[in-house]
């Protein structure tokens, strides 16, 4: 099992920055996909960055040269650097971590933090 704790959100006005944190704790030597992930009232969740093990990270389109991840191994906290923020970046933003295996697959999730940008 893997327990998640996010922090870091708030209201802030446009063009403003945040930045989001997610502490890991539990079994985390069993992770190898860790991300981000947004949902705004009245729609789906939606990527927002995701980093595999041993690769690049990869952002959403919309988020591209503003929004940065990155990790603390030493903490076993993941960040999300947020920039240059808009109206349309308000949402509760989650903490996603998986461990992926042959055959298995384990999602974990953080409580989800409230991004409120105002204009």
């Known amino acids: 099992q893997v327990q998640l704790v996010e922090s870091g959100g708030g209201l802030v006005q446009t063009g403003g920055s945040l930045r989001l944190s997610c502490a890991a704790s539990?079994?985390?030597?069993?992770?190898?996909?860790m991300g981000w992930y947004r949902q705004a009232p009245g729609k789906q969740r939606e990527l927002v960055a995701v980093?595999?093990?041993?690769?690049?990270?990869v952002y959403a389109d919309s988020v591209k040269g503003r929004f940065t991840f990155s990790r603390d191994n030493a903490e076993n906290t993941v960040y999300l650097q947020m920039n240059s923020l808009k109206p349309e970046d308000t949402a509760v933003y989650y903490c996603n971590m998986r461990s992926v295996v042959p055959g298995e697959e384990y999602d974990y999730w953080g409580q989800g933090t409230q991004v409120t940008v105002s204009s």
């Open positions: 539990g079994s985390i030597f069993s992770i190898n996909v």
């Open positions: 980093l595999i093990s041993g690769g690049s990270t």
